[in-house]
């Protein structure tokens, strides 16, 4: 099955500066990249998503980047403010998959 | 509703005891999903529901786990004589698709502990 790691695992970063979120998958046939923010108490949020025909896409502040040679993504917040404080998710999920592999999660803390 | 609504929110359970956890879906929402999050891990994957169907239940971790949605739309975990390592919080997620790459929202979760 499918293997989804994410580092680091805790980040924390000044306000306004960037932050970066990588992640590592093992199936070569999952095609579908979401991200999620998971704040204290509440369910995660998707925040952003890339399919593996495309490199890239952006948000405002928020841009995904996708390499499937590599087999790895990155999630890329700009301009940080303290709201952008929770713990963030990669997944992966294969063509026709009904499910979601997670990482582990990567605490980022924004100081104001 | 707004969202994906779970019940009970916190749940304390003595070993062995059965438990019951519901989810009520965003309404005219086809797929629902639940998922077990351990402390301080990603959330990993029980079950699939595609309306009233179960189409996968591969990570329901033993038969003490049991997962229905009769009329397609609210669904309940069941976990018979709960053990400790089945403490962790129980999350659901529902979307219009069938299958991801359609936005899943996720409920708060209910957070099991098994004493």
């Known amino acids: 099955g499918e293997n989804v790691e994410q580092h680091p695992s805790t980040l924390s970063v000044q306000e306004g500066d960037s932050a970066v979120i990588k992640c590592t998958y093992s199936?070569?046939?999952?095609?579908?990249f979401p991200w999620y923010k998971q704040e204290l108490g509440k369910g995660p949020q998707l925040i952003i998503d890339?399919?593996?025909?495309?490199g890239e896409k952006k948000d405002q502040r928020i841009a995904v980047t996708l390499n499937k040679t590599a087999k790895h993504f990155s999630l890329h917040i700009t301009e940080t403010q303290p709201e952008d404080s929770a713990v963030y998710f990669c997944?992966?999920?294969?063509?026709?998959?009904?499910?979601?592999?997670f990482g582990t999660g990567t605490r980022l803390t924004v100081i104001p | 509703g707004a969202g994906v609504s779970q019940s009970p929110r916190y749940k304390v359970a003595k070993r062995g005891q059965d438990v019951a956890l519901r989810c009520d879906p965003i309404?005219?929402?086809?797929?629902l999903f639940w998922y077990q999050q351990a402390l301080g891990q990603g959330p990993e994957f029980l079950t699939y529901?595609?309306?009233?169907?179960?189409?996968?239940k591969s990570g329901l971790p033993s038969d003490r786990f049991f997962a229905e949605r009769p009329e397609g739309s609210v669904s309940t975990l069941k976990i018979q004589r709960t053990q400790q390592e089945d403490s962790a919080v129980y999350l659901c997620?529902?979307?219009?698709?069938?299958?991801?790459?359609?936005?899943?929202?996720f409920g708060q979760g209910t957070r099991l502990t098994v004493v």
């Open positions: 997620a529902s979307s219009t698709g069938p299958l991801w790459g359609t936005e899943a929202f």
């Open positions: 199936d070569s046939a999952s095609n579908y």
């Open positions: 890339i399919r593996s025909n495309v």
């Open positions: 997944a992966a999920s294969g063509s026709g998959a009904n499910n979601l592999f």
């Open positions: 309404s005219g929402h086809v797929s």
């Open positions: 529901f595609q309306n009233e169907a179960q189409l996968d």
